[in-house]
């Protein structure tokens, strides 16, 4: 039985979707991006199907998956590497060389020159991002293609290349007098490659949750504005940590002229923010911290970025899944934390650390909907596959697209996260 399986049973009537009970795999000729939090959201067409996984993949039972997973783990040794994002399931998560955030298996996939395949148990845009840093003969996998990301997705090429020639024709493209540029491309990790290698080939950059604050300095080094995509939340959140005012950041929405935005107002803005959101951080309210702190008197609410500024402005804390982790690792007393991310990684810190009293800020159980699509059936089919000689589900990016992600990336993993921000500095 799987944590979501486990969950699903445990309070059937709490949970955001019925299909939650089901294998990704019923849902994979389905255009969309399936059951969870982001099942609402419109899945662009051009999205990557996964064709059928075998039967005998579908009908194991959990002990089985598990098992043939070591096995082909074991033939394969250090020829595959595989690597997990936080959100993943612990079916998943126990299998992993690397447990990270994006940016640290960003920075994991490089450390293992050695691998001939790297099995990414995240999303589409994680895959990407490794193949770009992969070392030549270096096969990335994914191992359910129909693992996309609702908030990337919220921002593609065409579009962003319409709203560049816009800004271009408004601001000229002439630096001022101390050298910056009119606006300067930040792209949130959470994107395709091809925006990533927009970024590089407009004198922009990559960030992660981890890192925003130090990409944003550093674009604003070099220009008099920034252009922020896909996530608007992550974009204001960091913004206004930085002291830029509200005013000065207007929001981009592309389905409109100037991205429905007076002239005058982008002219004045520091911070162009993109109209993209994460759906699974999107459930995260004021109130439900009100209610947590009503429950638990002396509760320590800590929220991902990607939440709304009201309720990253209400917790006690705001950062990365990495930062949400050291945070708890590093409590001494026994502590009471409400956690505003995803219900995966919540519940695997409950587990780590049951010293504590740990709990998912939104009461509903809604994991992210496009991790959840990776299950062991598929993460054992790749590897049986690999052990047999034959790659599937392989991600590659097209050379020179490759080349252009390649420098905005080089210019994120040169930007270190700061310290972590604790207490009233985060509000
Ligand atoms: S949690 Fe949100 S940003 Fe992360 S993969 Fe899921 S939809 Fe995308």
Known sequence: MTSVDLLVQAAPSATCDSGLAQGPWDFDTVPGYGPGASLDDTAPASSPRQGALPAQYREAGDDELSDRIAAARAALGPRAVVLGHFYQRDEIVQHADFLGDSFQLANAAQTV????????????????????????????????????????????????????????????????????????????????????????????????SSNAETVLEWAFERGQRVLFFPDQHLGRNTAKKLGVPLDRMPLWNPRLTLGGSSAEDLRDARVILWHGFCSVHKRFTVGQIEQARAEHPGVRVIVHPECAMAVVDAADEAGSTDHIRKAVAAATEPTTFAIGTEINMVNRLAAEFPQHTIFCLDPVVCPCSTMYRIHPGYLAWVLEELVAGRVVNQVTVPDDVAADARVALERMLAAKPKPATTGSEAR
């Open 113 to 208: 020159p050695d691998a001939e395949a790297i099995v990414f148990c995240g999303v589409h845009f994680m895959a990407e991002t490794a193949d770009v840093l992969a070392k030549p003969g270096q096969t990335v996998i994914l191992p359910n293609l129909a693992a996309g990301c609702s908030m990337a997705d919220m921002a593609d090429i065409d579009a962003v290349e319409d709203a560049w020639a816009q800004l271009t024709a408004l601001y000229g493209d002439e630096p001022d007098a101390d050298g910056r540029a009119p606006v300067i491309p930040v792209t949130y990790m959470n994107s395709a490659a091809d925006l990533k290698a927009f970024c590089g080939r407009h004198g922009g950059i990559v960030c992660t």
